[in-house]
């Protein structure tokens, strides 16, 4: 089992940053890949970034590539989204997933666990 708890959320004037956080605690944080999704009010949940297991290799949605930034430090089983050029259609609840592989993916039914998710508003 992988426990994960999200952080970091709030409201954000348009142009602005926050970094989301998301705490994993039980099965090897190490060995999982990781993902941030997003659901926006009325709409489905979709994909934002992944990460592989060492950090060494990310991908984004095409509607977050070049603003948002996926990491993970895995001493301190944490991992991280900084979002920076926030729009109002950033707004949604964040949410962060682990698989148990080691290679990353985009897919939500790949996904294995899943926390209860922080709310960013951004604000135009």
């Known amino acids: 089992q992988v426990q994960l708890v999200e952080s970091g959320g709030g409201l954000v004037q348009a142009g602005g940053s926050l970094r989301l956080s998301c705490a994993a605690s039980g099965r090897t944080f190490r060995g999982s890949a990781m993902g941030w999704f997003r659901q926006a009010p009325g709409k489905e949940r979709e994909f934002v970034a992944t990460?592989?297991?060492?950090?060494?290799?990310?991908y984004y949605a095409d509607s977050v590539k070049g603003r948002f930034t996926i990491s993970r430090d895995n001493a301190k089983n944490t991992l991280y989204l900084q979002m920076n050029s926030l729009k109002p259609e950033d707004t949604a609840v964040y949410y962060c997933?682990?698989?148990?592989?080691?290679?990353?993916?985009?897919?939500?039914?790949?996904?294995?666990?899943w926390g209860q998710g922080t709310q960013v508003t951004v604000s135009s």
């Open positions: 990460i592989n297991w060492s950090g060494g290799t990310t």
């Open positions: 997933a682990a698989r148990y592989e080691l290679v990353y993916s985009t897919k939500q039914n790949e996904y294995d666990f």
